[in-house]
């Protein structure tokens, strides 16, 4: 057996044993093995888990991303959700940053507005509710919208104020915050956990708050989720006041304008991370002003007004043993260097992505260099370039496949109309689920969490269900055979209870959500929340077919020329148009309406020209809130023609003749008011 595949059966087989063990213990109090033995297994999955990108499984020991509610716990969903941060890792990325949000806000390029910069610290997110100046309730983060109800175990955390007797304090209030233990008092635990951060998350998942009082856990606090009545005017104001009233913040954070000066606070606290008392992995910027950052709002599952600066990548020299190609589910061959295992970072690496053919061309690697490796923050280590000097004489040069791997099908670049380019990546020419590669990758997409979201149905789980052909497409999930899985190793009748009630869970989703899980190329979440929008209900979109008239997707604003032409592809495909309507039968798929009773309720805008003081995004924010559309031509069906600075004179002329009602920001305004 092969290095590689040797590794991947261990990592399998632990997996399995973990399962087992956790049923056992979550499931019939019925531990098999001492705390000790536990641990030590958890400890062996976590230097294995990360060797590989896909290795993920829901009974993982450590998430890079909160944790998912367990069986022990009440589930509780966030009024607020706790969303993830984007990453910057240089100033050049940091100066986009801030482009984006001057462009949203149609502010000038020599505009300033400041930023609270607080330590990014590496523990787990915890969101308090205090009601009347009691603590009520405390829910882990979960998977940022539902989290599992730990409010004893917060308790015993003394940084948590159980009641709070301020007058100035809201009377409904979630003041959110980080748990983690100190780097000393760790090294009394390191015997049981793998890092500080896996030593909180342990500990807060105990099911007696009693044990979990034994830990030295600690809370810093630093945002709010709901806060009914907030007068704060920003970020940094509102820090202080938790300060006084008798919350943990961070001593280090600050209020910097400049970029330079963010580049340079960055630099400085990078240097000193090491000599705090708790682990860092970077800095947080979020806009000061409050107002702006409700202006600005959030995108995909991000704010626009806030971004992690992680500290600078952790590098290694390895040997390539392999080099082995992935396919992804819109057929994308990625080269991916199977790497004699190294420590980076603290991280066990023996993967590192070689992005491409060109690439590979670029930098001549070859299997049996000696490569530097880099990985910064979350991101996927690769390899950054070749020790020459280390370089055998037999060597060959690496020849990028010309067939698909999976199903031999021809492979073929994308010419771009728009750069006028070749793309750089290569495609497997196979549509729809044809190619065993490209189908798993598929399904594994549809129960991921921001599509159906089916928790216990992970990507090692899918594969697993594939190699004994249970599944072959996704509406195969929703006639499972629960007596056969429930025979497989690793499985019981309460895992196939649990996963049952996942699936059952999930039939409830919205359009949008059903867009987004067929995983059209082109088709990310905020594009399938305009296709929703326009076709309003599942019936119009199991219309569409080969004969469907696409000019309709033409007035949709934000959809362009690639989004129609990969959705024709779709539907091109018999396949597919069969995975559309067997789902449909299975789920329950209802619009997404985020303001049903909005002042723009069945109202249609188009906008042209610059707007004063509001850029185009905001103002087609602010439409759409309030119940309105906004489509990108001229027709009978619109109800106005927003106007601004240097409108398109066609556009205007065109509205003119049939009569439709110009506007301009102030008037859009008065109609709000």
């Not at 040997?319 to 970072?345: D, Y």
Request: proline residues 3%; hydrophobic residues 35%; aromatic residues 10%.
């Amino acid at each position: 057996m092969s290095g590689n595949k040797s590794i991947n059966k261990l990592y399998i087989d632990k997996i399995k044993k973990l399962k087992k063990h956790n049923e056992l213990y979550y499931s019939k109090d019925k531990p098999q093995l001492t705390d000790k033995e536990y641990d030590e297994l958890k400890l062996s999955i976590l230097e294995l888990e990360k060797k590989y990108d896909y290795l993920t499984d829901p009974n993982s020991p450590s998430k890079s991303v909160g944790f998912k509610p367990s069986k022990i716990f009440k589930k509780q969903k966030h009024k607020v959700p706790m969303l993830s941060l984007s990453n910057i890792f240089d100033k050049e990325d940091l100066i986009n940053f801030e482009k984006k949000i001057k462009n949203y806000l149609n502010l000038k390029s020599n505009e300033k507005f400041e930023y609270s910069v607080e330590p990014k610290i590496d523990g787990i997110s915890a969101s308090l509710t205090y009601k009347n100046g009691n603590l009520e309730s405390g829910v882990s983060r979960g998977d940022g919208y539902e989290g599992e109800l730990i409010t004893e175990n917060l308790k015993t955390i003394n940084d948590i104020p159980k009641k709070v007797h301020f007058k100035n304090f809201p009377k409904n209030i979630e003041i959110r915050g980080e748990v983690y233990i100190k780097k000393g008092d760790f090294e009394n635990l390191k015997h049981k956990f793998a890092n500080p951060r896996n030593a909180a998350s342990g500990s807060l998942r105990q099911k007696d708050s009693s044990e979990t009082k034994k830990i030295p856990l600690k809370f810093i606090a630093y945002t709010f989720g709901l806060f009914e009545n907030n007068n704060f005017i920003n970020q940094s104001e509102f820090l202080k006041s938790l300060k006084e009233w008798g919350f943990k913040t961070s001593k280090h954070n600050s209020v910097i304008s400049k970029v330079d000066d963010l580049i340079k606070n960055h630099e400085s606290f990078e240097k000193k991370r090491y000599e705090l008392e708790y682990d860092v992995d970077g800095l947080v910027y979020k806009i000061n002003d409050l107002k702006l950052q409700t202006r600005l709002g959030f995108i995909g599952n991000a704010p626009r007004w806030a971004a992690a600066h992680k500290f600078s990548a952790a590098s290694s020299f390895s040997k390539i043993l392999n080099i082995e190609i992935q396919i992804g589910r819109t057929g994308a061959l990625t080269p991916v260097a199977k790497v004699e295992p190294v420590n980076i970072g603290g991280v066990v690496v023996s993967n590192a992505t070689l992005h491409n053919e060109d690439e590979i061309n670029k930098k001549d690697i070859r299997i049996g260099d000696i490569v530097k490796i880099e990985r910064a923050g979350d991101v996927i280590p690769h390899v950054v370039s070749v020790d020459l000097s280390k370089r055998t004489n037999n060597t060959l040069k690496y020849k990028f496949p010309n067939k698909c791997p999976s199903c031999g099908s021809k492979v073929e670049k994308e010419y771009n109309k728009l750069t006028k380019k070749y793309d750089a990546v290569k495609r497997c020419s196979s549509e729809g689920f044809s190619c065993e590669k490209i189908a798993i990758e598929k399904i594994k997409h549809f129960v991921s969490k921001d599509a159906l979201n089916i928790d216990g149905l992970g990507k090692r789980v899918v594969e697993k269900f594939w190699e004994k052909n249970f599944i072959r497409y996704p509406q195969d999930i929703f006639n499972l055979d629960f007596k056969k899985i429930e025979n497989l190793e690793g499985w019981g009748a309460q895992s196939v209870l649990n996963l049952k009630y996942s699936i059952d869970k999930c039939k409830n989703i919205t359009l949008q959500k059903f867009i987004f899980s067929l995983g059209i190329r082109h088709i990310g979440q905020e594009n399938a929340k305009l296709i929703a929008r326009h076709l309003n209900k599942i019936e119009n979109f199991i219309k569409i077919d080969k004969n469907y008239d696409f000019s309709s997707f033409e007035n949709i604003d934000g959809i362009g020329e690639i989004q129609i032409s990969s959705i024709k592809k779709f539907f091109l495909i018999k396949e597919n148009l069969k995975v559309v309507k067997d789902l449909s039968k299975f789920l329950n798929i209802k619009t997404e309406v985020t303001n049903e009773n909005g002042k723009f309720k069945n109202l249609n805008f188009m906008i042209t020209g610059k707007l004063e003081n509001m850029s185009r995004a905001e103002a087609k924010s602010i439409i759409e809130k309030n119940s309105g559309r906004i489509v990108s031509s001229v027709n009978k069906k619109l109800n106005f023609l927003l106007v601004g600075d240097k409108p398109t004179t066609k556009k205007v002329n065109q509205a003119t003749e049939i009569g439709i009602k110009i506007i301009t920001k102030n008037d859009l305004i008065k109609l709000l008011n």
